[in-house]
């Protein structure tokens, strides 16, 4: 028993030196690990002092360039604010352009409505110029009828013809404008007591006014008149009755007038 009981002692005593070397051996281990690591942490602190002093190098140029970069800001910013008053001049003055062209187009304008009334009263004073008196022939002598039906005459000798409304070649006046016209007309034959002197004024187709006469012996004639309210182009022109006859010679007893009373 004495000896199983110093077996058991021994085998304590042998437990506790290992326990006690392995704390002294992690003891060890721990004192070699943070002399490892006190000696890392100084290699890291003597490799990073370099790298601090190129981050202070940095800082320094990016202080210096932001600073060269604030004066450039400052120097554009005057400039942008002189180009923009320049601008808001130039604006200005464009403006007054704009209006003062706006005032020429409108003096413009009116000149040409101006322009346009002138023009307009030139039309109306030519027009209201209209006037023509003409007469049956422009030489010898000569009879005309008498005929089964009615004819139109054309007096082709004209001595005035302002406004040029009458022509000579068909014996028809045309109304230029709207107005009051006034016509006359004469005519005139040797006495025939089966032939009359007779001619009718027509506007458009409808007749109007005859002159006439009837007288069996020596040299007969007959006139007539009317005032007639016209549109522009309205037609008026006379024609010889049926059987009846005029005679006419270089002494026009036969002749057509008319001119413009007032436009409407």
Not at 32 to 55: M, R
Not at 89 to 104: G, I, M, P
Not at 108 to 118: D, G, N, T
Request: net charge negative; glycine share 6%; proline share 2%.
């Amino acid at each position: 028993m004495k000896s199983l009981a110093m077996q058991q002692l021994s085998g304590e005593k042998m437990e506790i030196s290992m326990f006690f070397l392995l704390l002294l051996l992690v003891c060890s281990v721990s004192a070699d690990q943070t002399e490892a690591e006190k000696e890392l942490f100084g290699q890291q602190i003597a490799a990073q002092q370099p790298c601090l002093q190129d981050i202070h190098a940095v800082l320094r140029q990016l202080t210096a360039s932001l600073a060269e970069q604030k004066v450039e800001i400052r120097i554009l910013k005057q400039e942008n604010q002189a180009k923009l008053k320049e601008l808001e001049s130039q604006k200005t003055e464009n403006d007054k352009l704009k209006q003062q062209l706006k005032e020429h187009e409108s003096k413009l304008e009116e000149l040409e409505r101006h322009k346009s009334e002138v023009y307009k009263l030139k039309q109306q004073l030519q027009v209201k110029q209209v006037v023509f008196s003409a007469a049956l022939l422009t030489e010898g002598e000569q009879t005309n009828g008498p005929f089964s039906t009615e004819t139109l005459l054309v007096f082709k000798h004209v001595v005035t013809n302002i406004g040029n409304a009458y022509s000579p070649h068909t014996g028809i006046f045309t109304a230029p404008v709207r107005g009051a016209y006034h016509f006359e007309w004469y005519v005139g034959a040797v006495g025939d007591a089966s032939h009359a002197t007779c001619a009718v004024l027509f506007k458009n187709g409808e007749q109007i006014f005859a002159a006439y006469e009837l007288q069996p012996s020596h040299y007969g004639t007959s006139s007539n008149g009317a005032s007639l309210v016209l549109e522009a182009g309205d037609q008026v022109f006379l024609h010889l009755c049926a059987n009846a006859k005029i005679y006419d010679n270089q002494n026009h007893h036969n002749t057509f007038s008319g001119h413009l009373l007032f436009t409407m």
